[in-house]
C-alpha cells in the first residue's frame, strides 16, 4: 500500500522517501537487504509485521513496493524477477482460455512472445491494433475482450498512444486497460490518472537506471485487483528478491534528475540527426512534426531519453552504424546512466520478425545516456559516416 504520509507530496521527494522509513533497531536512513527466507513466529500463526517467507513478502521488496505504488499513483505496488514475469503474473490473474486481448502493432518483443509463443498455447486469443487510434481500437474489441494494451511511448517506434482517450473506449466496453510505462517512467507521465486500470514497468530500464539489474513491476489503483494479483504473484512465485529491490531503491532516489538529462540529451540527438543527410526519418515525441507529439505534450511532462532513426542504404547501413558506433555502447536493453545503441530488427524485436509487428530493416534505436552532449553528437556523427 502506499504510505499516506506521501501521497501529498512531489514526485521528487516521493522518489526519496516513500517507502524509506528509517530502521526502528538502528535508525539506518536506507532499507536494510533482508537477505532472509523465512522468519521466526510468535507461536502459530502469530507473524511479526505480517512476515512469515519471502515468497510472500519480504521487508526490502515491501519498502520497493510501496515506492511504486506512491509513484504511481497507485493503491498496491508490486514486484517482480523480470518486466516479462509481471506480465505473465498480469496475464494469468485477468485471463482465462478463451479470452482475448488486443496488443499494439508496435509492441515490445518480448511481450509480442509472451502472447504469441506462450498465453497462445494455453488458449489466449490476441489480436494487433494500432493503439494511436482509439477507432481502430474499439473496432479490434471483441465480446471476449479482457484487456487492452499499451505502450506508450512504444518500443521501437516511439509511438504515443492517448491514454485517456483509451480509458474511454476500454471502460465503455468494460475491459481493463493496461499501460507499460517503462520507456516514460512514473516521472514523465502517470497512466493511472489518465484512467488506466494497472502500469506495467521494467525496473530494469529507468527505474533502476544503472543496467545493473533486473526487474519488473504491476501497480494498479484497484484494491481488490491489486490484492488479485498479490494473490497470483505469491502462487506464481517470481518475485524480486531482496537485494534486487534494494538497487532498484536506490536508482529509483535519482531518477526525476536522472530522466531530465536523459530527455534534454535526446532532444539535443534527435534535432541533430533530423538535419543529418543519412537520416531518413527521426522518431521521437520530442519533434513538432512526430504524429503524436501533442498527445505526448498533453500527457507527459517531458519526451524521454529514447530515439529511433531510419538510416539511407537500408538494413546493411543501419547495421554498419551500430557497429561503428564507439561511445554508444552496442547492447540490448536501455535507460542506464550510458548510452546504448542497437539494431531492434536483429536484437531486441527478432522475435516479431515475419508478423503484423515486423520492425522496418533500416532502423537504429538509441537509449541516450547522461554523458555530455556535445560527445554523443560527435559519436553518432562519426557512425553515420
Known sequence: MSDEHTTHQNFETRA????????????????????????????VGGLRGGYEYSRSANPTRTALEENLAALEGGRRGLAFASGLAAEDCLL???LVPGDHVVIPNDAYGGTFRLFAKVASRWGVQWSVADTSDPAAVQAAITDR???V?????????????DIAALADVSRTAGVKLVVDNTFASPYLQQPLALGADVVVHSLTK??????????????????????ELAYHQNAMGAVAGPFDSWIVLRGIKTLAVRMDRHGENAAKVAEMLSRHPKVTRVLYPGLPEHPGHEIAAKQ?????????????????AAVAVCDRARLFTLGESLGGVESLIEHPGRMTHASVAGSLLEVPA?????SVGIENADDLLADLRQALG
Open 300 to 316: 507527459m511532462r517531458g519526451f524521454g531519453g529514447m530515439v529511433s532513426f531510419r538510416v539511407e542504404g537500408g538494413e546493411e
Open 16 to 43: 526519496i522517501h516513500a517507502g524509506n522509513t528509517a530502521d526502528p533497531l538502528t535508525g539506518a536512513v536506507v532499507p536494510p537487504i533482508y537477505q532472509v527466507s523465512t522468519y521466526k513466529q510468535d507461536g
Open 149 to 161: 494494451w499499451v505502450e506508450t511511448p512504444s518500443n521501437p517506434l516511439l509511438g504515443i498512444t
Open 92 to 94: 494469468r490473474a485477468l
Open 206 to 227: 529507468y527505474m533502476g537506471g544503472h543496467s545493473d539489474v533486473v526487474g519488473g513491476a504491476l501497480v494498479t489503483a484497484d484494491a481488490e485487483l491489486g490484492e
Open 362 to 366: 533500416d532502423l537504429v534505436r538509441l
Open 145 to 147: 475482450t479482457k484487456a
